[in-house]
């Protein structure tokens, strides 16, 4: 289907937006393969920059895939970068509360665990996100329990965790089961 996406719209102008969807679209697709969904997503970026850079949501979309496609390629400092600026932007720009902001805090989460970032990624899911999380999407939601099932990741796999920080883990489980 992206590609199918990408021949229908390739022969238009670069400034053509159904075309830069296309791309985007065709960069999703290759998700499987992500050496050959980088530099569709790279060049995808580049035309949301020169083009539609007025469009933040576009933007931002366009630099999350991005991210992931990084995160993919075991390529973890330079997608820290950014779900760091997708996340500040989306939180400058939805608040705290929203959906979208709490995804990409999950996004950026998953980084920090990846990155063995855990002084940074403790405080941050155990006392930022997962309360909001709690508060506004209920603690049964998807993504309020992966928030939960990363900080437990996060608790038992840093080299310096404590007994209560095991316990901490056994808790949120029993919690979440």
């Known amino acids: 289907l992206g ?7 390739v022969g238009q102008p ?9 791309m985007g679209v065709l960069g999703g697709a290759l998700r499987g393969t992500p050496e050959e969904a ?5 060049a995808s970026l580049a035309l949301v920059r020169r083009y539609w850079w007025r469009d933040e949501r576009y933007l ?15 390529r973890h400092d330079e997608a820290l970068v950014l779900k760091r600026e997708v996340y500040a932007k989306w939180l400058a720009k939805l608040g705290v509360s929203h959906e979208n902001t709490i995804i ?4 950026l989460a998953a980084s920090l665990i990846q990155s063995h970032r855990w002084d940074e990624v403790k405080p941050f899911l155990r006392d930022q996100l997962l ?6 999407l209920g603690a049964d ?37």
């Open 60 to 74: 931002l979309t366009a630099q999350a895939s991005l991210g992931s496609c990084l995160t993919s390629l075991a």
């Open 131 to 136: 309360p909001i999380a709690r508060r506004s």
């Open 14 to 22: 670069e400034t053509n937006t159904s075309r830069g969807l296309a």
């Open 104 to 107: 990409n805090g999950l996004n």
């Open 141 to 177: 939601d998807d993504t309020t329990l992966k928030l939960s099932q990363n900080l437990v990741v996060a608790l038992r796999y840093d080299p310096e965790c404590t007994r209560d920080d095991l316990r901490e883990a056994v808790t949120i489980m029993q919690d979440v089961v």
């Open 3 to 9: 590609w199918a996406a990408w021949k229908t719209y």
């Open 38 to 42: 980088l530099p569709v997503l790279e």
